[in-house]
């Protein structure tokens, strides 16, 4: 029996017999981690309240045959207390976790930067102090980067040409000059555009003064743009309030 420690991020739970569960977690040191919490779902459980999503937990798991089995379980934040009695920022960190396990994807591969962008996220969600919106956006736009797909938004994502280029290709890999453009571009405002650079770089007033059309239409093409590269839907989206 091989002990270890770490400290993560509950991304879900599934039921798993009579009173055990499996919960997948973003962890610090081991990445994406996959572990059976024997016992949870009883009502006696030393430690079941503390493994439900949202929760940042210092963990002493032991390596098993299949999953990991965790023996302990410690609160660090709860940050779901300040989460779940609201829908929009309910829904906004639902959709972060279930994008950071598919980002993430390979069980047992370091990825701290991933890890600490999301407890950046939902502190910040839970302070309330942005839009959940602005919030979840500037989230998926940095997780994409850190994963190594930020989108071209101060130069032609095909030929590299500096400038403020007014159309945005999803597939292209973001703003596309005039002589690049291909079909099924989409010409999106220029302040939208401004709203996206702000996420992406952290320039909180400038994305806090933005208007609601323009937080709309950023949501699009964040959203867009996050699915087209994981391949894969983010089902929890389509919850996100978008108005």
Known sequence: MSLYRD??????????????RIVTLLTRRCGLV???GKGVRRTKSRFG???EPFS????????GRTLDVITQAETLRAY????????????????????????????????????????????TLGEGTHDSRLVLDAYLLRSLAVAGYAPALQECAQCGSRGEHRSFAVHAGGTVCSVC????????????????????GGDWPAADA???RHRNECSGLVAAYLQWHLENGIRSLRLVERS
């Open 181 to 200: 453009r291909p079909h099924g571009a989409t010409h999106p405002a220029a302040q939208t555009l401004q709203l996206m650079l702000a996420l992406l």
């Open 34 to 36: 996959r572990a059976v």
């Open 80 to 123: 779901g207390e300040s989460i779940v009695d609201d829908y929009s920022r309910y829904t906004a960190a639902t959709a972060m976790l279930e994008t950071a396990e598919k980002v993430v994807a390979v069980e047992n591969d370091p990825q701290l930067r991933q890890f600490l962008l999301l407890i950046g996220a939902l502190r």
């Open 49 to 51: 309240a503390r493994l």
């Open 210 to 212: 933005s208007e609601d």
């Open 56 to 63: 940042h937990v210092d963990l002493q798991l032991y390596t």
């Open 7 to 20: 400290e993560g991020v509950v991304l879900r739970t599934q039921k798993l017999g009579e009173a055990d």
